[in-house]
C-alpha cells in the first residue's frame, strides 16, 4: 500500500462510465489508468473493444468520422458495417465472418461480421498482484444458428504500460461452426504520421488486389495525409511468436503487437493515407478479409466442434522511444 495516496483511484484504477448524446447516447465505458501514463476506453456495448487509447496524453488509434454508434444504429446489410465502424484502438471482427460481403453455405454475411456490435455481458473488473483485470462475455449466438461465446479478459500491468488481451471463443451447440476472427488494431495520429516506422518481419507479402500490388515496395512506408487516396491491403506471412511494431521518433512513443501465428496464422496490413481517413490497420488473425465464401473456397476455413473452444492471446507493450 502507498501511504502517500487515500485511495488507490488516485493513481490507477477503473472508471465506469456512460455516454451522453449524439448516436453513442448510454453506452457503457470503462476508462483504465495504469498510473504510468497508459490510458484507454472499453467500450462494453460493442464487444469490450477498445476504442481509444492514449500514453502520457498521445493518441495511438484512428477514431472514424461516425464517431461512436451505439448497436442500435448497426446496420448488416452488405458494407452498412461502415456507418458504425468507430475503429477505434482496434475493433474486433467475427466471430463466423471477417471482410468482404459475401454468401456462404446459404447465410449471408456482412461487412466483418457482426460481434462488434454486440454488447458484453457478465462484466466484472478487480486489481491484482499481476495488474488490473476486466473480464466480460461476449455471446454470438441464435436459434437455429450459430451458438458461440466469448469470454474476453484484460490483463494491464502497473509496472509497465502493458496490456494482455485473451479471448476463447466456446462453441455451446450442438453443430460444428465456422470460425473466423481478426483484430482490426489501428493507428492513427499523432502515432501514424509521415514520421512512424512500421516493422513487420514478414517472410512473403502479397497484395489484396492489382491497385495494392503497385504499392509492395512501399508498403511500410507513412506518407502524408491525401486527397483520393485509394486503399491498399497487404498480406504478411509472418511465422512462430512474432512482434509488429510502430514507433513514432517525433513523439517519442511505440507500440509492438506480440502473438503467436499458430493461433492466428494471417496478417493484414492495411494502408489507409487519405485526408481525414488516415489510418493504418496492423491485423493479426486467423483468416483473410475477403469474405468467408473464399477463404471456404482455398480450404483455410477454420471451424469450431460442439463443445470445442479456441483460445486467442495478443500483447499490447507500448513503448517510449
Not at 448516436?23 to 498510473?35: A, F, I, P, Q
Not at 461480421?113 to 491484482?128: C, R, Y
Not at 494491464?156 to 488481451?165: G, P, W, Y
Not at 486467423?286 to 465464401?293: V, Y
Request: charged share 20%.
Amino acid at each position: 500500500m502507498n501511504k502517500y495516496v487515500g485511495h488507490e483511484q488516485q493513481t490507477y484504477g477503473v472508471d465506469e462510465l456512460r455516454l451522453v448524446g449524439g448516436k453513442g447516447d448510454g453506452m457503457r465505458m470503462l476508462c483504465v489508468r495504469n498510473g504510468r501514463g497508459l490510458e484507454f476506453w472499453v467500450s462494453l456495448d460493442r464487444c469490450a473493444d477498445i476504442s481509444r487509447l492514449t500514453l502520457k496524453g498521445d493518441n495511438f488509434g484512428y477514431f472514424a468520422p461516425c464517431g461512436y454508434v451505439s448497436p442500435q444504429y448497426y446496420d448488416d446489410k452488405g458494407a452498412g458495417f461502415l456507418k458504425s465502424f468507430t475503429a477505434g484502438f482496434f475493433t474486433t471482427c467475427g466471430l463466423t465472418a471477417v471482410g468482404s460481403p459475401c454468401t456462404d453455405a446459404g447465410e449471408d454475411l456482412p461487412l466483418h461480421g457482426t460481434i462488434s456490435n454486440t454488447p458484453a455481458e457478465s462484466v466484472g473488473h478487480w486489481v491484482a498482484e499481476d495488474g488490473i483485470h476486466i473480464k466480460a462475455i461476449i455471446r454470438d449466438a441464435a436459434i437455429f444458428g450459430r451458438q458461440l461465446v466469448m469470454e474476453r479478459e484484460y490483463i494491464v500491468s502497473l509496472d509497465k504500460n502493458e496490456i494482455t488481451l485473451t479471448d476463447t471463443v466456446k462453441n455451446i451447440g450442438s453443430s460444428e461452426s465456422p470460425l473466423e476472427v481478426l483484430y482490426h488494431c489501428n493507428m492513427g495520429y499523432p502515432l501514424l504520421s509521415e514520421k512512424a516506422v512500421i516493422d513487420i518481419p514478414s517472410i512473403d507479402v502479397a497484395p489484396r488486389n492489382e491497385h495494392a500490388k503497385e504499392g509492395i515496395p512501399t508498403c511500410l512506408v507513412c506518407e502524408v495525409p491525401q486527397s483520393g487516396y485509394e486503399e491498399m491491403c497487404f498480406y504478411h506471412k509472418l511465422s512462430g511468436k512474432t512482434q509488429v511494431s510502430i514507433k513514432n521518433p517525433e513523439i517519442g512513443k511505440g507500440l509492438t503487437i506480440a502473438y503467436d501465428t499458430a493461433e492466428l496464422p494471417y496478417f493484414t496490413q492495411w494502408k489507409m493515407m487519405g485526408e481525414y481517413e488516415y489510418v493504418m490497420g496492423l491485423e493479426p488473425g486467423n483468416c483473410l478479409p475477403d469474405g468467408r465464401n473464399v477463404m471456404r473456397e482455398k480450404g483455410i476455413l477454420e471451424f469450431l466442434a460442439p463443445g470445442a473452444s479456441k483460445t486467442h492471446h495478443l500483447q499490447f507493450i507500448f513503448t517510449e522511444v
